[in-house]
C-alpha cells in the first residue's frame, strides 16, 4: 500500500504554509484526506519522489548489515560506549575496554 505525505495547511497566512507535515498509508483507490485523521485540521496532499524499493533500498541494506547476517557471514559488530566497544553480533570478545591513552 502506497505511503502519501499530507501537510496541515497553515491558516494564520496567506501563502499556503503548512504547520505540520505526516505520511499515511493508503490505498490508491481511496481519495486523498480533507482533514488530518486526529485534529480535523485542514490537509492537502503533497507531491513528493516515489521511493522504488530497488537494488540498494534502505530496507535491503538493513537486512545486509543485520547482526544475524553479519556474524553469518563470519564477522563481528560492535557498538561503541563509554567502557569501550560492545559486541551486538558475532563471535569474538564481548567487549573491548576503552585504552585510556585515548583520553
Known amino acids: 500500500m502506497p505511503t502519501y505525505v499530507y501537510g496541515v495547511v497553515d491558516s494564520d497566512t496567506d501563502e499556503q504554509t503548512f504547520s505540520d507535515v505526516f505520511e499515511i498509508e493508503q490505498s490508491v483507490s481511496e481519495p486523498p484526506l480533507k482533514t488530518h485523521p486526529e485534529t480535523g485540521a485542514p490537509v492537502v496532499r503533497l507531491l513528493c ?55
Open 49 to 103: 519522489a516515489p521511493f522504488i524499493a530497488g537494488t540498494w533500498s534502505p530496507m535491503k541494506a538493513r537486512r545486509l548489515l543485520s547482526n544475524e547476517n553479519l556474524t553469518r557471514r563470519g564477522l563481528t559488530r560492535y557498538e561503541k560506549t563509554s567502557e569501550g566497544y560492545r559486541k551486538t553480533g558475532g563471535s569474538g570478545p564481548d567487549m573491548i575496554p576503552r585504552n585510556s591513552a585515548e583520553n
